[in-house]
């Protein structure tokens, strides 16, 4: 393999002969994905780390990468024999390194960056950076890609027709929606570049990335007509006669740009400056109308259909998780495990279930201070070893054709658990409740809501360094973008209202370095009550650790959460379950 | 008087001869002042209307005023006899009129905004707007004052030298850690252009708005000198005296932006783009750094001097208070007395205290349904009579030399409440308790904890339409910019860092139109904590009634709190009253 040192070499006599004075590498692909496939994995190449977040930006004098201390471990192991220097975030996915950039660089000279890869609103803000020092920005997507050798090529599977059984509404009714709203906001086009967005809408799935059974693609709706821009050969004759029934015409991947170019002079197209890249953005010759993306509401908001598919995914999640805890119960006792054959094993109960496609994102199985690091996957070989002794943290998911779940509990496996331990797990448990049970306004925002999970933690004077919960797909991606619970208005997850009838996950946590790691998730629905207000329901069904439980330190209202949650988590799943599970089940849901 | 319509249409025909279509007209000074002196009050002379929120959009086929609910009915008295009609916001401070206003333009056409009135990022906000139809930004400042007959002339008062032993650090130690932070910043000159910031900073006060005791200035502060930009006549020998031996130059205030221009050739700006006005922003020839005002933030964090001043400031308003309201328990059983003059007897008990300076806002005395009226201020002739029934909210707070402040109290004054009430009543109090209870991370946002007022409203599907609480100055803005609590990040209340030892208001209320207002105010101050953690103190001297709780809704912390609270009280207040207000104090002060 090529040396990162000459990628880099390459990459600065491109930048060169572009005049180009420093260039800014992104994680991203253009379609704001969470997972990205390797054919934009740029940052990786031009770096050598490969961590899923971190920006590599590259002068003549300096390469630096900038990611925030979850990967700081990797980025020494990977990076260490190349000249590429490590620059520490304090606050993951903050944009520190743009700032320091422009502090760099001199007045009058060329900042390079893929325009495919940054938002409309990422550009304006990075004008607003450079105007100052009147630095030009210019694109640099044919620079990275002439200097990356042997660059990967797409690979596609198939795409499959997502049935209305499933969706619960036809491409036709949802693409009549939209063509209400382009008529409410006098636009005659919205362009759809959030590839979720997009399989939602037109009832489509494939697997491009991990975990995430998505179609690259972009999307262009308009009142006559729909256009989806799509790699080759990947849509079936059959699903290709149902498009046309719906009048979806396919395109080329790359005819987009044109495209936006041409339909733009005759009618107003109405675009999210937040999620559109630039180089779609600046193909717009005509009017616009700036919005919040229309899809991305849409889509939080289940329907009936989509609800009742995702409660029996939830199902089948508890029946698998019920039988893995209990076959591990009797195991542990007597043997021991490595946390990634663990990881293994979980996943080998979840494939029992009907409709089961895949994991929902890299399971975390964190023995003991591994528990503690936050975004941690235990590696195939050298994993810790679990014996009958202290805690661990699980925290997974599964694709099910039919919804999307996502799981953390912490178990006690052995041992007297310290007082620290016991306050910290009570502490994240009274948390988790209250959330749970917080009636709130319609509209509310993540911001307003996450420190209710917190406050028992604050009491003690503890706290945890991520958000408290992220909005989740029916069959889409685990971290589905819109509502959520964070400390800060940057993200959606903080900003996006609550609205009724969305699926988001609760997750608190605390965290020991070296010592354990404590989260507790379940998925909720939120729902409609008087007065425009909205409560949850817990979705997950899986028995909660008493264990570590310090109960004096629970009010009425936390205990009896507990326990009706318990009771609805027995009643719910004993028809699917064997006599033993039964029993076993039984056990764990008694009354505290 | 001129007629409304016959300025709106001198105004047109100069927009006309300088070929502006629109024209927005907000209601601000260019310091974004909460109070703007007459000179600045354009807003209200092109439209007659006078509410303090609102703002004016005039093109050639009609005259708009967006504001919020609060001036409905001002409006419709104001202006039932002139053209401008009422644009309702659905969120007060919201700015809904401009991609109204945008969407109303032709390409090409031009948008006209006196730059002295909007922010620079306010017009950056705008260009991304208008940019889709290429609207051209102009400056409309000659086209307001030239259409503006007998525009007034700023009356200005002298100025005073506010002393080291009020302020507790000298000008001169003030300008040295700008003088620091500049040197860490790479920047040579701060430009600030807050009126409260650089009262703060120099150490002066004046009486140029209604209620603040600030003076209408610009400031440069550079490495070598400082440079006060102020209208003539202002300064004392004495005090220019104390300004030369501090290096600290007067000019005048209309010179400002040709020194900023001539100054920004040679040295680095460091500015505020969500303050600075445009105009001034535009007058930056070189490089700038853009940051969020240091002086704000300082200003924000007070030392040991303030803080004892504010307590000493709170003890005098403590003492007024009870001597008010003891007056008032005897006088409301066999008399009557209309809104408006309680207020002015309120503020005759405030006036016998030293060092007492004015109203800090206009005191909010409203009976029944009109303490539903959030801003309400009774009118001198016609407000609601009082008698020994029902519930009265009374919002106040004074301007003494040593400090600032601002206080409510809901009070029953007889016959019995109902359930509704005392339901509602004993919400807002659990919230306004458990939020002063509270323990979190220094640097946690306002909008994060705001919602910990509200939770016991939410719980039984109520709410209120404003903010928690705001900073609060030693005599200072009563209103200080920096951090709160609200329910949105847009605002530096929801979005400031919560640090130690600032001043904060608390002050969860609830209303329900024409039958009742309930509110309960304290001022706290912020204290560290152990690992990093913040608590609240409250700093407010003057007992919470107590007629109106639910005692079995209150969790026996929230009771131990207002006992807690209430002894504080008496022990404060006591050395400092007579024996008959003692024992008045001693039974409002009793255990619950």
Redesign the interface.
Known sequence: MQHVNERIARLRSSMNLNKIDAIIIPSNDPHQSEYVSDNWKARAYFSGFNGSAGTLVIDSKLAALWTDSRYFLQFEEECRENEVELYKQSIPHAPEHVEWTISRMH?HSRLGIDFRLFSAEQV?ALN??TE??KIEIVDASAVVDESWQNKPLPIFEPIIDYKTEFSGASRKQKIEIIHEMLHQNLSDYTLVSNLDDIAWLLNIRSNDADFTPLVTAYLIVGKESTILFLHENRVSEELLTEFNKNKIEVRGYDEIEKSIGKLSQVGIFEID?SSLNYACFKSIQG????NKSIVTDLKSIKNTTEIEHEKQAMLKDGVALTQFLMWFESYIPTHTISEYDLGKKLESFRMKQEYYQGESFAAIVGYKGNGAIIHYTAPENGSATISNDGILLIDSGAQYLNGTTDITRTFWLGGKPSNKIKASYTAVLKGFIDLQM????VG??G??????A??HL??I???YGHGTGHGIGQYGMVHEPGQGFA???ATKR??APHLPNQFTTIEPGHYVEGEFGIRIENVVLSKL???N?ISFEALTLCPIETTLINLNELTTDQINWINAYHIKVKNTLFPLLSKEEKSWLKEKCQSI
Chains 1, 2 share one sequence.
């Not at 917080?438 to 306004?441: E, M, S």
């Not at 911001?447 to 209710?452: H, I, Y």
């Open positions: 007045s304006h607003l950076l100052p020092k400056p009017k616009m109308n700036l917080l009636k709130f306004p509310t925002k911001m307003q809501l996450d420190a209710f917190r406050q604050w009491a004077g503890k706290d400390t800060t208005s903080g900003s009550e008087e007065n207000f």
